[in-house]
T-cell receptor, first 114, second 113 residues
């Protein structure tokens, strides 16, 4: 069965610093992986997705993630944090057993300090 | 293009009541999925509807049900509400073919007293 683990429920960075949010997956089939962001009192917005086309995936707002099969990881990075990046970030894997329900990690809350 | 809309945005109910939440998908999308988000359990899949048929179901009790109409709009119903049903209920739509991106609505926040 597919699952994802997000290491670190809270991450704090200074504005301009590197953002690194960690996600490890477990999947019995080649995974399809996603990063979503949730701002307060809002739904989820897709940042980027990996569907086996390229291991380095670029998303919106300057975020990118690299799929590393050997490490079963799909960490999210951004070179320079902005105050507006403060939000909760969710890693998800698609359950490919039939339909595409998403299995989410527990989320990482990103705080950005000036 | 209009996004996924959910109504109502906020709802307060008491234990034992029932509630119906509505979701209008992005125009042309035929798949609607529902998720429950709570601080304790995180984001959990409830069910998915495609072309008016339930295509997938999560591990929730039978008190949670849904349906989809011919225009792809979907409703979910929770009967005999319990305190633990307090959550943000998110709806997501997609074209319905494999591995399409799911687009989420803003959610309905349900508080059960």
């Amino acid at each position: 069965a597919q699952s994802v683990t997000q290491l670190g429920s809270h991450v704090s960075v200074s504005e301009g610093a590197l953002v690194l949010l960690r996600c490890n997956y477990s999947s019995s089939v080649p995974p399809y992986l996603f990063w979503y962001v949730q701002y307060p009192n809002q739904g989820l917005q897709l940042l980027l997705k990996y569907t086996s086309a390229a291991t380095l995936v670029k998303g919106i707002n300057g975020f990118e993630a690299e799929f590393k099969k050997s490490e079963t990881s799909f960490h999210l990075t951004k070179p320079s944090a902005h105050m507006s990046d403060a939000a909760e970030y969710f890693c998800a894997v698609s359950d490919r057993t039939g339909t595409d329900k998403l299995i989410f990690g527990t989320g990482t809350r990103l705080q950005v300090f000036p | 293009k209009a996004g996924v809309t959910q109504t109502p945005r906020y709802l307060i109910k008491t234990r034992g009541q029932q509630v119906t939440l509505s979701c209008s998908p992005i125009s042309g999308h035929r798949s609607v999925s529902w998720y429950q988000q709570t601080p304790g359990q995180g984001l959990q899949f409830l069910f998915e509807y495609f072309s008016e048929t339930q295509r997938n179901k999560g591990n929730f009790p039978g008190r949670f049900s849904g349906r989809q109409f011919s225009n792809s709009r979907s409703e979910m119903n929770v009967s005999t509400l319990e305190l633990g049903d307090s959550a943000l209920y998110l709806c997501a739509s997609s074209w319905g073919t494999r591995l399409e991106t799911q687009y989420f609505g803003p959610g309905t926040r349900l508080l059960v007293l």
